[in-house]
């Protein structure tokens, strides 16, 4: 059974920078999954952020990309995200995600994470 | 980007009633691609059926989804009092993966 963690500090500061890291456990990160970010306006739908596979390639979302970075650490089991430039608009609970590569009819998110709320606000 | 309309926005329903909740999508979802997540609140999505019509592991028989192309559904056949909660149709055929906007079902 995967497990999935999020960390990371629950207040950024306006134009400041949203790191956040998920904890694999259960599974390695180095299997064939892409490993992704989804994320939730308070009282709002989800949003898909960007993933990230075990070799380091990604797919960002274009309306982040510009703003957005994904690293994986194989050593550790663990993902990260890092989010420039931050405004109120980017306040959400932020989960990562894991979905299967390779049978693409398969390839929806099977394991969340709990969520983490980060708020942007000085 | 696909855009995925669902609808209604609210589903007022008693327990042991039926739901048809529907997911439009703005272009074809190939290789029905197209997920159906159960969100109640403080929680995480729970992933429900994937490939159109699969139930995930460990959900009951209850939930059905069916559609292809462009016209999607999930049906609940008898609502337990654990099934009122948000649903969201997703399409993870082509990025950016999208979801739609969700479609509460509330005890009436």
């Known amino acids: 059974q995967v497990q999935l963690q999020e960390s990371g500090p629950g207040l950024v500061k306006p134009s400041g920078t949203l790191s956040l890291t998920c904890a694999v456990s259960?599974?390695?990160?180095?299997?064939?999954?892409?490993w992704n970010w989804v994320r939730q306006p308070p009282g709002k739908g989800l949003e898909w952020i960007g993933e990230?596979?075990?070799?380091?390639?990604?797919n960002y979302n274009p309306s982040l990309k510009s703003r957005l970075s994904m690293s994986v650490d194989k050593s550790k089991d663990q993902f990260s995200l890092r989010l420039t430039s931050v405004t109120a608009a980017d306040t959400a609970v932020y989960y990562c995600?894991?979905?299967?590569?390779?049978?693409?009819?398969?390839?929806?998110?099977?394991?969340w994470g709990q969520g983490i709320l980060v708020t942007v606000s000085s | 980007e696909i855009v995925l309309t669902q609808s209604p926005g609210t589903l007022s329903l008693s327990p042991g009633e039926r739901a048809t909740l529907s997911c439009r999508a703005s272009?074809?979802?190939?290789?029905?691609?197209l997920a159906w997540y159960q969100q109640k609140p403080g929680q995480a999505p729970r992933l429900l059926i994937y490939?159109?019509?699969s139930r995930a592991t460990g959900i009951p028989d209850r939930f059905s989804g069916s559609g292809s192309g462009t016209d999607f559904t999930l049906t609940i056949s008898r609502l337990e009092p654990e099934d009122f909660a948000v649903y969201y149709c997703?399409?993870?055929?082509?990025?950016?993966?999208?979801f739609g906007g969700g479609t509460k079902v509330e005890i009436k």
């Open positions: 490939g159109a019509s």
């Open positions: 995600a894991s979905r299967i590569f390779g049978d693409i009819r398969r390839s929806a998110f099977d394991y």
């Open positions: 997703q399409q993870y055929v082509t990025s950016p993966l999208t």
């Open positions: 272009q074809s979802v190939n290789n029905k691609c």
């Open positions: 259960g599974d390695s990160i180095a299997s064939s999954k892409w």
């Open positions: 990230i596979y075990p070799s380091g390639s990604t």
